[in-house]
């Protein structure tokens, strides 16, 4: 029996595509991948730069790109252990995304900030 390729499809709830948009789209992915985006970083240097990133999370979402293919995990021998995390080739792939949508939120606060205030001056919290 001949099996039918479906075409991805992110508006479809079990589509492996939304997973992958879920994981790109994460505030915490896009914070890390723009961090590595400059070269390989040490746990401890991904969680001074990403401020407000809890150990917790900051370790989930490392595992969710590296599983992902997004990130390379490498264990060094020494004393202690150091371990250094880097994008793959598919993770730099990302860059131009990440760096467009950090330029567009740095390039319109203001205007976000604005409607904000007129949005919540014109129509209370319901």
């Known amino acids: 029996m001949e099996s039918k390729q479906v075409e991805p499809d992110v508006f479809q709830r079990n589509c492996g595509s939304r997973q992958v948009i879920d994981r790109i789209g994460d505030r915490w992915s896009v914070l890390v991948v ?3 985006a400059t070269g390989s970083r040490r746990y401890g240097e991904l969680a001074t730069r990403i401020d407000g990133i809890s150990q ?3 370790t989930q979402t490392l595992r969710g790109l590296e599983r992902d293919g ?8 020494s004393v202690p252990p150091r371990v250094d995390y880097a994008l793959t080739d598919l993770g730099h792939s990302l860059r131009d995304l990440v760096s467009g949508l950090e330029s567009w939120a740095t390039t319109h606060l203001a205007e976000v ?3 904000r205030l007129r949005y919540d001056a014109d129509d209370p919290p319901r």
Do not use: D, P, Y
């Not at 997004?70 to 021998?77: F, Q």
């Open 34 to 36: 723009l961090t590595l």
């Open 113 to 115: 900030q604005a409607a």
């Open 70 to 77: 997004l990130v390379t995990r490498t264990v060094h021998a």
């Open 56 to 58: 917790k999370m900051l």
